[in-house]
C-alpha cells in the first residue's frame, strides 16, 4: 500500500544537538515531498518542499532536507536546533492531488 | 489574506447531535481538503474539492460524514449523528492546485463528543 513512514515517532534532544528526522515512502513515479511543522496548538506550517533539481533543500528556520530517490527517503536535519523547535514534525507526500501526511514525530528540546 | 479561517474553533456536543464546521478558504486557491487529526491516527485526508466539486471522498470515515462547497469561498464537513469516536481536530486546508504546491492549513476544529 501506498505510504508514508516516520520512524522516529518522540524525539528528545538537548538544545544545540544535531536533528535528524526520518521519512521513508513507499509511492511509484514522481512524487512531490513536503515537511510541515505544527508547533503546540497551532497549525500546520510549512518547513520546506522538494519537487525536482537539487536534492538537498534548504527550508524556514535552519532546516534542510535530502531527497534521496534510491532510498524513497527525504530526511529532515537541523545541525543545532532550539527550544523554539519544539514541535510536531510531519512528513508528507504529494502524489496525486492531496498530500498523504506520515504519522508524524514529536520533538522535545531542553534547555 | 487572512489565511484559511476555521469555525468554531472548539465544538463540544453530546452524542448523536449533528455538529458542522466550517471552512473559508484563502481567495483564489481552487483546491480545498479537510483533514481529521487524532492521536491514533495521525493526520488522515477525509475529502478534497477542486473547483467545487469533490474529487476524492475516499477518506470519510462513514455515511455519517458528509461534506459541501457550495462555492469557492465555503465549505462545510457535517457529522450527523456524531460519536464519541468523532472526537479530534479537523483541519482545513487550501491550495493553488497542482502536486507541488504547498497547502495552507486553517487553524482547526476541536471536537469533542460526549
Known amino acids: 500500500a501506498q505510504s508514508v513512514s516516520q520512524h522516529n515517532h518522540h524525539v528528545i534532544l538537548s538544545e544545540a544537538a544535531s536533528l535528524e528526522l526520518g521519512c521513508n515512502y513507499s509511492y511509484g513515479g514522481t512524487v512531490n515531498l513536503f515537511w510541515y511543522v505544527q508547533y503546540p496548538g497551532q497549525h500546520l506550517q510549512l518547513l520546506l518542499k522538494?519537487?525536482?533539481?537539487?536534492?538537498l533543500v534548504k527550508g524556514i528556520k535552519g532546516f534542510e532536507a535530502e531527497f534521496i530517490k534510491s532510498k524513497f527517503s527525504f530526511n529532515l536535519r537541523k545541525p543545532s536546533v532550539q527550544w523554539s523547535d519544539t514541535a510536531e514534525y510531519f512528513c508528507?507526500?504529494?502524489?496525486?492531488?492531496?498530500?498523504?501526511f506520515g504519522k508524524g514525530t514529536s520533538l522535545l528540546v531542553t534547555p | 489574506d487572512a489565511g484559511v479561517i476555521q469555525s468554531p474553533r472548539h465544538e463540544v456536543t453530546e452524542m448523536g447531535q449533528e455538529v458542522t464546521l466550517r471552512c473559508k478558504p484563502i481567495s483564489g486557491h481552487d483546491y480545498l481538503f479537510w483533514y481529521r487529526q487524532t492521536m491514533m491516527r495521525g493526520l488522515e485526508l477525509l475529502i478534497y474539492?477542486?473547483?467545487?466539486?469533490?474529487?476524492?471522498d475516499s477518506g470519510m470515515p462513514e455515511d455519517r460524514f458528509s461534506a459541501k462547497m457550495p462555492n469557492a469561498s465555503f465549505s462545510t464537513l457535517k457529522i450527523q449523528p456524531s460519536e464519541p469516536r468523532d472526537s479530534a481536530v479537523y483541519f482545513c486546508?487550501?491550495?493553488?492546485?497542482?502536486?507541488?504546491?504547498?497547502?495552507?492549513f486553517g487553524q482547526g476544529t476541536r471536537l469533542t463528543v460526549v
Open positions: 522538494y519537487f525536482s533539481g537539487d536534492p
Open positions: 474539492f477542486n473547483n467545487n466539486v469533490p474529487i476524492d
Open positions: 486546508a487550501s491550495s493553488t492546485g497542482s502536486r507541488n504546491t504547498e497547502a495552507f
Open positions: 508528507a507526500v504529494n502524489p496525486s492531488g492531496a498530500l498523504n
